[in-house]
């Protein structure tokens, strides 16, 4: 099941496709797994091949490490040390968007981190997701379902257009519902924090249930790359994306050619534009709307990102990367 199959099957969410998806998993196959932040291409934990697999199917680097989805009280197996943080923050965030670095158990295959010493692991807040993974019994490894350095996946169809042929199966069960990836903090055994990617739970939250005594989570989102994957040109769509505020929109406006997608919070007078209002619309219709840029028939994509919400910081660290094309420090 690992060689290449001609072409992917679409399964339901229902317990046939789950029961499905977990004979598939336990073959050593991969499956498009929807979960609530995008959709991931998960294979079991613990098969080397499997997981080696992840990397082909993706075109991804291999030094670059996998998260481990897992049910909420799985933490501990899959982990060398479970500082009492981690569990404060498993407690509370699990089953959600948040991912927690710890050091590495053996249990999961050493190509799930990639060659580094700490593991990632998250319990997906998402009903079929956790029902494939109890079905297997075991954690599953899932990375985006993209193309590497393309734009991650919300749909099952997003799925397909990317990997149709390279995967076994994939689960439709809709759109995602957070739409932007989870939050990354890396859990020292000492108890300190290191924020390493924005999502939906906020700093402030991890603040308050990781770190109440030393007040400190280190904001390691920038500068050296602190999660192999962070790098700068990333979620690109195939036209060139452009951040633009309100009145530099608004100025451009009459010019505008019509091969030009505008997304935005406000409705404008062009013709190729998507509206996405609030945060919480933003984040859940971005890569969706992103991938529109994948048209040639569209030219530049320019955006302008929310102005409030505790998702923005989470959307512009995706648009930066999206729009970010050429340097020493890129690798998509
Ligand atoms: O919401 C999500 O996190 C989605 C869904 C499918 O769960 N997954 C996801 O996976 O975004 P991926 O592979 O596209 O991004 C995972 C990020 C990478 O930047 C990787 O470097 C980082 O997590 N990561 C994983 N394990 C790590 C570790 N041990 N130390 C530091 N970073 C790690
Ligand atoms: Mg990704």
């Given at each position: 099941?690992?060689?290449?199959?001609?072409?992917?099957?679409v399964?339901?969410?229902?317990?046939?496709?789950?029961?499905?998806?977990?004979?598939?998993?336990?073959?050593?196959?991969?499956?498009?797994?929807?979960?609530?932040?995008v959709?991931?291409?998960?294979?079991?934990?613990e098969?080397?091949a499997?997981?080696?697999?992840?990397?082909?199917?993706?075109?991804?680097?291999?030094?670059?490490?996998?998260?481990?989805?897992?049910?909420?009280?799985?933490?501990?197996?899959?982990?060398?040390?479970?500082?009492?943080?981690a569990?404060?923050?498993?407690?509370?965030?699990?089953?959600?968007?948040?991912?927690?670095?710890?050091?590495a158990g053996?249990?999961?295959?050493?190509r799930?981190?990639?060659?580094?010493?700490?593991?990632?692991?998250?319990?997906?807040?998402?009903?079929?997701?956790?029902?494939?993974?109890?079905?297997?019994?075991?954690?599953?490894?899932?990375?985006?379902a993209?193309?590497?350095?393309?734009?991650?996946?919300?749909?099952?169809?997003?799925?397909i257009?990317?990997?149709?042929?390279?995967?076994?199966?994939?689960?439709?069960?809709?759109?995602?519902?957070?739409?932007?990836?989870?939050?990354?903090?890396?859990?020292?055994?000492?108890?300190?924090?290191?924020?390493?990617?924005?999502g939906?739970?906020?700093?402030?939250?991890?603040?308050?249930?990781?770190?109440?005594?030393?007040?400190?989570?280190?904001d390691r989102?920038?500068?050296?790359?602190?999660?192999p994957?962070?790098?700068?040109?990333?979620?690109?769509?195939?036209?060139?994306?452009?951040?633009?505020t309100?009145?530099?929109?608004?100025?451009?406006?009459?010019?505008?050619?019509?091969?030009?997608?505008?997304?935005?919070?406000?409705?404008?007078?062009?013709?190729?534009?998507?509206?996405?209002?609030?945060?919480?619309?933003?984040?859940?219709?971005?890569?969706?709307?992103?991938?529109l840029?994948?048209?040639?028939?569209?030219?530049?994509?320019?955006?302008?990102?929310?102005?409030?919400?505790?998702l923005t910081?989470?959307?512009?660290d995706?648009?930066?990367r999206?729009?970010?094309?050429?340097g020493?420090?890129?690798?998509?």
């Amino acid at each position: 099941m690992a060689e290449s199959p001609a072409s992917t099957e679409v399964l339901g969410p229902d317990d046939e496709g789950i029961e499905r998806a977990a004979a598939i998993l336990r073959a050593g196959g991969l499956i498009g797994l929807p979960t609530e932040t995008v959709y991931g291409l998960a294979a079991d934990a613990e098969n080397d091949a499997a997981v080696g697999g992840i990397y082909s199917a993706k075109g991804r680097p291999s030094d670059q490490p996998l998260i481990v989805h897992i049910l909420p009280g799985w933490g501990e197996r899959y982990a060398a040390a479970w500082p009492a943080a981690a569990q404060r923050l498993a407690e509370t965030f699990w089953p959600g968007p948040l991912t927690i670095v710890v050091p590495a158990g053996t249990r999961a295959s050493r190509r799930v981190t990639g060659g580094l010493p700490t593991v990632g692991l998250r319990s997906p807040d998402h009903a079929t997701a956790l029902a494939v993974i109890e079905a297997l019994g075991r954690g599953v490894a899932a990375p985006s379902a993209n193309r590497y350095g393309h734009v991650s996946p919300t749909t099952a169809q997003h799925v397909i257009d990317d990997l149709d042929g390279a995967i076994d199966a994939v689960i439709d069960a809709g759109m995602c519902r957070v739409g932007v990836e989870s939050t990354i903090v890396e859990i020292a055994p000492d108890g300190s924090c290191n924020l390493l990617r924005r999502g939906a739970i906020t700093t402030e939250q991890i603040l308050e249930v990781a770190a109440p005594a030393s007040g400190q989570v280190a904001d390691r989102t920038e500068g050296p790359v602190r999660a192999p994957g962070m790098t700068l040109s990333h979620y690109a769509p195939a036209a060139p994306v452009e951040i633009v505020t309100e009145a530099e929109l608004t100025a451009r406006l009459d010019q505008l050619d019509p091969t030009v997608l505008v997304i935005s919070e406000r409705q404008v007078d062009h013709p190729r534009s998507v509206v996405l209002t609030g945060d919480v619309e933003f984040a859940a219709g971005l890569y969706q709307a992103l991938r529109l840029g994948d048209d040639p028939q569209v030219s530049l994509v320019l955006i302008v990102p929310p102005s409030s919400g505790s998702l923005t910081p989470a959307i512009r660290d995706r648009l930066q990367r999206a729009a970010h094309r050429e340097g020493p420090a890129t690798g998509r």
